[in-house]
């Protein structure tokens, strides 16, 4: 059996995602609006490339002059959808079940978060989601139609920041390129954030590397016990 199951991927190796929409105190904002989407919906696989911050070639991003208001200490939900206007209602309708990973959220603060590319050093991470021995990140946003819950931190200073929402899938990840990065950014206007304290931060592209343990790893055999997810450790207030 664990020799056919990397040939019952090929089927499934189109089966992307895209974070389309953003959800805040139970509103979706819409597909697009504060949410830089593309119309493809595949993956970065080069970690040194300038997409890895927010999307982008192959995938070019649509502009979006939009910037949601959000309390800091509040929850925000990014919405995945394997195209813009799938329903979300079946796990294919998010992402195929073979793509197992983590899921990942940073912010970056910036002075104009309607122009900043998200290019360079800034962000930092404010969640992460990886493999309790059983079940992925990417599992849970799958059957939970498409719902990754992310807590905005209530320390951070207050103004304009992008918000990177990210799926990790390790289907093909044995060797590298091989992971597949999905990332969009929204566009935030964080209010009420105390300010007490200032994350140390990492750089996109720069924060991952091709031979990190949790970029190149083979999850079908050995069968996975562990796995450290890639990037900064989780800021917190």
């Given at each position: 059996?664990?020799?056919?199951?990397?040939?019952?991927?090929?089927?499934?190796?189109?089966?992307?995602?895209?974070?389309?929409?953003?959800?805040?105190?139970?509103?979706?904002?819409?597909?697009?609006?504060?949410?830089?989407?593309?119309?493809?919906?595949?993956?970065?696989?080069?970690?040194?490339?300038?997409?890895?911050?927010?999307?982008?070639?192959?995938?070019?991003?649509?502009?979006?002059?939009?910037?949601?208001?959000?309390?800091?200490?509040?929850?925000?939900?990014?919405?995945?959808?394997?195209?813009?206007?799938?329903?979300?209602s079946a796990p294919n309708d998010v992402m195929d079940s073979s793509h197992k990973g983590p899921t990942m959220a940073y912010?970056?603060?910036?002075?104009?978060?309607?122009?900043?590319?998200?290019?360079?050093?800034?962000?930092?991470?404010?969640?992460?989601?990886?493999?309790?021995?059983?079940?992925?990140?990417?599992?849970?946003?799958?059957?939970?139609?498409?719902?990754?819950?992310?807590?905005?931190?209530?320390?951070?200073?207050?103004?304009?920041?992008?918000?990177?929402?990210?799926?990790?899938?390790?289907?093909?990840?044995?060797?590298?390129?091989?992971?597949?990065?999905?990332?969009?950014?929204?566009?935030?206007?964080?209010?009420?954030?105390?300010?007490?304290?200032?994350?140390?931060?990492?750089?996109?592209?720069?924060?991952?590397?091709?031979?990190?343990?949790?970029?190149?790893?083979?999850?079908?055999?050995?069968?996975?016990?562990?796995?450290?997810?890639?990037?900064?450790?989780?800021?917190?207030?």
């Amino acid at each position: 059996m664990k020799l056919l199951a990397p040939l019952a991927l090929v089927g499934a190796a189109s089966a992307h995602t895209i974070f389309v929409s953003l959800e805040v105190n139970g509103v979706n904002h819409g597909v697009g609006n504060g949410v830089r989407v593309p119309s493809y919906n595949g993956p970065i696989e080069d970690v040194t490339s300038n997409s890895i911050a927010c999307n982008g070639p192959p995938n070019p991003t649509t502009p979006t002059d939009k910037v949601i208001t959000v309390q800091a200490g509040s929850e925000v939900t990014a919405i995945w959808r394997y195209m813009l206007n799938s329903q979300g209602s079946a796990p294919n309708d998010v992402m195929d079940s073979s793509h197992k990973g983590p899921t990942m959220a940073y912010l970056k603060k910036v002075n104009n978060a309607t122009t900043d590319s998200g290019v360079g050093d800034g962000w930092f991470k404010i969640q992460e989601d990886g493999f309790d021995g059983t079940t992925w990140g990417t599992e849970r946003v799958i059957n939970g139609q498409g719902r990754h819950k992310i807590k905005i931190p209530e320390c951070i200073e207050p103004g304009q920041y992008l918000l990177r929402a990210e799926m990790l899938a390790l289907h093909g990840a044995s060797n590298y390129p091989g992971a597949q990065f999905y990332m969009e950014c929204a566009q935030l206007n964080i209010v009420g954030g105390t300010g007490t304290k200032k994350p140390s931060t990492v750089s996109f592209p720069g924060a991952y590397s091709g031979n990190d343990p949790g970029v190149k790893i083979n999850i079908w055999w050995p069968p996975v016990t562990s796995y450290k997810v890639p990037g900064p450790p989780v800021f917190t207030c």
